[in-house]
């Protein structure tokens, strides 16, 4: 089979493991989101979950010298690294608990709109400072979506989902994740956020060419 | 007779520079002019993000006092440490701060290239390797014939590069093999007679060759010393007359 069939037969995967905790993930969305453009495929978002430690209602941040530092050099990094994405970005004050947006992100799955939830997710959290630790973040993100967020509150209120989340939280761990976002490119497997021009290369060297080239 | 440098570090002249608004002093070692080994000693001020940027060669970097803090992977170095990177192979931003200090040990010229240029971004090396590891993170192990000598691996031994820090009594006699495509032997405390000459830290030795070089001896007070040793990716990259590279010598040649 060419790539070019590969690729019109949506067969080249491109999985995603995150948290939406990680600003690092948030930037992979845009990127992820331009791939499912330009190329045709639809990327497949799954969990990986940074700070299992987190409770429900979130975890404070100490305000110390330390986070101070961290904080300072976390801004530069992604002004640096994000320069497009960093204005409107905005770090939370505390960490939020990512498990109950897993769960609602295998909701949406299985709506087949998990791609364009996930981005409702981030975007709600790092561009608009919305807590995902709460239900109704997660229902305006399923409204945003295409979806009935009544039908997503009653899933999550009765934890519908949390088994299959849990399981997906697992295989995670069973791969040996632990960058976030780990983004597997077909054959490739990228640990941790890289620069476009890497994906777009990784995409070459396997011999997927985006849609424009092949209409061309 | 195989090629071998020997530096003193203690006794190189220091100069003040900046690069893309980043201060710091700076020591060129060797220069790498001659075709043979680049290495240049920094001392960044503190700073919460220096640029992200990659050398067109394998590098050791050997952080000797201070931090450096990295967004993503590494994260916390504090010294000693290592942090190595195939050539092409880009890193940072990263944040340096606890008067820091660095070894950065090329095996030959590698320039330098920000990558904030989106070209050079299409030359990254895909396969690349980087590794990063604390000093303290590894155990002591008694050093095989060798009387009161102890080592420690900084890097797995399987990974193809390699890093072993070993401390030994004085007038001991430390000897390793071939290193095909190069090796820094540098010491970090006491001192070591290199062929003749006494040196202390974190003065150095580059060796390269099939036959094994002439063993190190540790001075009066016994030495550690860490040695590491470049694989096949040293051959690759480098400063060719092409266009990355040349603006690549160029960076580097206005950094320090």
Known sequence: ?216 | MQPSYIVDSANAPWKRSASEGIAFACQVLLSGEDGGPEALRFRFDDCPSVYAHMHLTSQFQLLLNGAMDFPRGVKHLEALAIHYTDHNMPYGPFAVSGNHDMLVLHPQAGGIVSMANRDARRKINLRGRLFAALAADSEWQPLPGAQGATFKFLMPPDFGSAAVLARAPAHAALGMPAAEFGRYEVVLEGSVIMEGREIGPPGFRYVRGVQAAEPLVTGEQGASVVFLTFDRDALEGGITGEGLAVEAAAAMARAI
Request: overall charge negative; hydrophobic content about 40%; some cysteine.
């Open chain 1, 1 to 216: 089979m060419t790539a070019e069939n590969r690729e019109s037969a949506g067969e080249f995967r491109v999985v995603v493991f995150a948290d939406f905790v990680c600003p690092y993930s948030f930037l992979a969305v845009d990127q992820m989101d331009r791939l499912a453009r330009d190329y045709g495929v639809k990327p497949l978002w799954r969990p990986h979950w940074l700070h299992p430690d987190t409770p429900p209602e979130g975890a404070a941040r100490d305000r110390n010298a330390d986070n101070a530092a961290r904080d300072e050099r976390r801004h530069a990094w992604f002004k640096e690294m994000a320069p497009e994405q960093y204005p409107r970005m905005r770090f939370p004050e505390k960490r939020h608990y990512s498990f109950r947006a897993f769960e609602a992100l295998e909701f949406a799955y299985d709506q087949g709109l998990d791609f364009p939830y996930k981005t409702a997710v981030y975007e709600l959290m790092w561009t608009e400072g919305r807590d995902i630790g709460e239900i109704e973040t997660l229902t305006d993100a399923a409204e945003r979506a295409g979806m009935d967020p009544a039908a997503m509150k009653h899933a999550l209120d009765e934890h519908l989902y949390a088994e299959r989340a849990f399981n997906a939280v697992n295989q995670a761990r069973e791969l040996g994740i632990t960058n976030t976002p780990t983004i597997f490119l077909g054959k490739t497997r990228i640990n941790g956020w890289t620069y476009d021009e890497v994906i777009e290369s990784v995409m070459e060297q396997q011999g997927v060419r985006p849609k424009v080239a092949l209409a061309s």
